[in-house]
Each structure stands twice: as structure tokens, then as C-alpha cells.
């Protein structure tokens, strides 16, 4: 057993790309993956940082992702819609391809939306409304998954985790940004705390037969709640409307058929929305941005925190003492590298 060590940013970029390179994956897919999965390590978020490379590994193997796509850009005059194929590959590099181009569009409108088809998804949705907020625009970013969670007063998988994230851009300041699973929990957390022995929370699943387990065998086998009851089942449902069917792509109950499994990681679309704050408060009074600041200076003045402050704050402190990586993560590392 080696002991824990320091990894610079760039470093652990470096590996986690080659990992993705010598299985086979192009280029344009593998930098993209490899800065999403870097990014999660980075910001303290376990559940979409390394640990997904062998869930993606594993979706290659599998053929159920595109190792040589090459995502395919379609954007028309005058529409607020930008639209990218990721041709069967994952969701990260037709983000970045089209990312430009919506920004273009949310600046020239007001709004716009970039939708990515035909995907394969596992990050976090954060880097994305982080990318828009680094122009200036705020941002809404959502997708399906596959079914693992139960609708409210249901009793079986149907709804995905379908993450939610949003973004305010700060003048001098990180933005405001949340992103959570509309599930209780992400999925990744069942996970993280089976692989770890530990209960998980009450209330976050129910077991096969339905009843609340705090057992995270029990809950890989029966479905997770939605977060805030009926509430969370609604935003959750939502998402399969707008960022599955609206966009004419898989819903999480389409994508669990057609992966056949949980192990792997789902086939759909993705529906990214960008606002200029400045375009729609134009001819009203104050600065939108100032009164943003009012309103979190309100929220911090009770005590409160903003959500992503834990985030930057991880994010400083892997930028000053680099990322430190248990033995068994190293370990992880280079046994997929020598793969
Ligand atoms: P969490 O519950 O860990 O966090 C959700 C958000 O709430 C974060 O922005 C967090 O900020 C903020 N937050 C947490 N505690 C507080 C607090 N006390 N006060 C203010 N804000 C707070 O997220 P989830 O487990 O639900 O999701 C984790 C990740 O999983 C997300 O990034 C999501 O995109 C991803 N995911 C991806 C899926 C996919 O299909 N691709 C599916 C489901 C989830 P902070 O980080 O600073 O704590
Ligand atoms: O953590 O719920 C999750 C998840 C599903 C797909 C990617 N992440």
C-alpha cells in the first residue's frame, strides 16, 4: 500500500486523460472527460470526481458510448436555439463545442438555448453554468438519467436523479451557483457510502419491496426519493418533459431499456439555458447585477451560506496544497492506467 499523495491539478488532468486515451477514447472526448472528472476532484465533489472513470470505463467496454465520436454542430441564422449531436459520445466535448455559440446567441437575444441529442451523461452540471457565468450570463442547465427514483407515492424506480444547476455570474466574486440531483441524494452518494460500510441517511430510499431502507445494498436494489416530497417529484418530472422529450431524446425509463443496466451510464440529451440579466433588466431601474448583491449580502447577513461557497472553497485550497489522494485512489489510478 503506497501512502496518501499530492497530485497538482494539472498532474491528475495528465493521468486521467491518458486512462481515457489508452482505452480508446479520441482526443476531443478524453480532454473534456478528463477536465469535468478533474474539476469534481478538485472542488471536494467525490460523487462526480474520479470515482466515475471506471463507470465510464466500463460504458466503453460495454459499446454503449462512442469512443470515436466526434461531436457534429448545427446551428441556424436567427434562431436562439443551438443545437449539438454528440454522436453517441459523451455529453462534455459537444458542451464545449456548442458553448460559444450559445453564448453568441444569449448575447444577441437575450436568451438561448444550447441542446446537446444523442449523449451519453455522468458529471456534475456545475462546470457548465460556471462556463456561462465566466461570460457574464446566467444559466440553467438540466438532464434526464435512467429510472432509480420513485415518483412521490410511488413505490418503484421511474424518474431519473435528474440534476439541476443554476448560475448567476458576480462581478469580482465566484458566481452564485447551485446543482443538485432532484433525487434526495445523487446516485453516486449511494454508492460512496456502500463502498464505504456506511448507513446511509433516513429517508433518502426505499428498498424492492417499498419500504425506507437505510441499507445502500437495499436502495442499489429499490429506488431513492425525490428531494422535498411532491416538490422534487415535480421539478424531477419537469426534466424529463423539457430535457428529454421537449428535445426529442431519451427520458430516464427510455435510457434505463436502452442501457439495460445501472451500471453503466445513461444515453440522452441535455437542455443548457443562458440569460442575459443585462438584456432583460434593459429600461427597468437599478443594475442587476448590484441588486443581485443586495440580496446575498441578505442571505450571508443571517448567518446563511450561498451554495457552491464550500466548492470555491475547496477549489482554493487544491489550487494552493494541490489534491491529496488517498492510497487506495492512487492505487485506482494506476491500475486503470496499466490497463
Ligand atoms: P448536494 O446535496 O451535495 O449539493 C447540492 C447543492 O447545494 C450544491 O450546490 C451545494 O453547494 C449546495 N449546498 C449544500 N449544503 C448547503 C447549505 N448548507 N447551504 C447552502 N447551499 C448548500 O448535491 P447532490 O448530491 O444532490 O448532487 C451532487 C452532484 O451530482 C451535482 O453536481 C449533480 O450535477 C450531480 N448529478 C449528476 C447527475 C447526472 O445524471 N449527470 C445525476 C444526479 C446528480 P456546495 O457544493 O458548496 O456544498
Ligand atoms: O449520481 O445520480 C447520480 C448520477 C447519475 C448519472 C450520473 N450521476
Redesign the pocket.
Known amino acids: 500500500m503506497t501512502d496518501s499523495r499530492r497530485l497538482t491539478i494539472q498532474e491528475l488532468n495528465d493521468r486521467v486523460e491518458a486512462i481515457f486515451r489508452k482505452a480508446g477514447l479520441n482526443a476531443v472526448q478524453a480532454g473534456a472527460v478528463a477536465r469535468v472528472i478533474v474539476a469534481?476532484e478538485r472542488?471536494?465533489?467525490k460523487?462526480?470526481g474520479i470515482y466515475r472513470i471506471e463507470g465510464a470505463l466500463r460504458t466503453m467496454k460495454a459499446g454503449k458510448v462512442r469512443p470515436d465520436a466526434v461531436p457534429e454542430l448545427l446551428v441556424q441564422e436567427a434562431s436562439a436555439i443551438v443545437k449539438v449531436n454528440a454522436k453517441g459520445g459523451f455529453?462534455n466535448s459537444a458542451f464545449e463545442l456548442g458553448l460559444p455559440h450559445v453564448i453568441e446567441r444569449a448575447r444577441a437575444y437575450g436568451l438561448a438555448a444550447l441542446v446537446i441529442n444523442d449523449c451519453t451523461?455522468?458529471?456534475?452540471?456545475?462546470p457548465e453554468v460556471e462556463a456561462l457565468t465566466e461570460h457574464g450570463l446566467a444559466g440553467i442547465?438540466m438532464?434526464?438519467?435512467y429510472s432509480s427514483v420513485a415518483p412521490m407515492g410511488g413505490n418503484k424506480p421511474l424518474l431519473?436523479?435528474?440534476?439541476?444547476?443554476f448560475g448567476w455570474p458576480r462581478r469580482d466574486k465566484p458566481p452564485y451557483?447551485?446543482?443538485?440531483?432532484?433525487?434526495?441524494?445523487?446516485?453516486?452518494?449511494i454508492e460512496l457510502h456502500r463502498r464505504a460500510g456506511k448507513p446511509l441517511p433516513e429517508g433518502w430510499a426505499i428498498d424492492a419491496a417499498g419500504q425506507p431502507t437505510t441499507n445502500p445494498d437495499a436502495a442499489l436494489a429499490g429506488a431513492m426519493l425525490p428531494?422535498g416530497g411532491h416538490k422534487g417529484s415535480a421539478i424531477g418530472t419537469m426534466i424529463e418533459l423539457l430535457a428529454g422529450i421537449m428535445i426529442g431524446d431519451l427520458t430516464s425509463p427510455e435510457a434505463l431499456e436502452a442501457l439495460g443496466s445501472t451500471t453503466l451510464v445513461?444515453p440522452h440529451g441535455e437542455l443548457i439555458l443562458a440569460f442575459s440579466p443585462e438584456k432583460f433588466a434593459a429600461g427597468r431601474p437599478g443594475d442587476p447585477f448590484a441588486r443581485a448583491e443586495t440580496l446575498f449580502e441578505a442571505i450571508v447577513g443571517q448567518g446563511?451560506?450561498?451554495?457552491?461557497?464550500?466548492?470555491?472553497?475547496?477549489r482554493a485550497k487544491s489550487e494552493a496544497e494541490d489534491i491529496l489522494l488517498t492510497a487506495s485512489e492512487f492505487e485506482q489510478l494506476d491500475r486503470l492506467l496499466a490497463l
Do not use: I, K, Y
Open positions: 469534481g472542488d471536494a465533489c460523487s462526480h455529453a451523461h455522468f458529471s456534475a452540471l456545475w442547465v438532464c434526464p438519467s431519473g436523479t435528474n440534476p439541476f444547476a451557483v447551485f446543482d443538485f440531483a432532484t433525487s434526495v441524494a445523487a446516485r453516486g452518494e428531494f445513461p446563511a451560506r450561498l451554495p457552491s461557497q464550500r466548492r470555491f472553497e475547496a
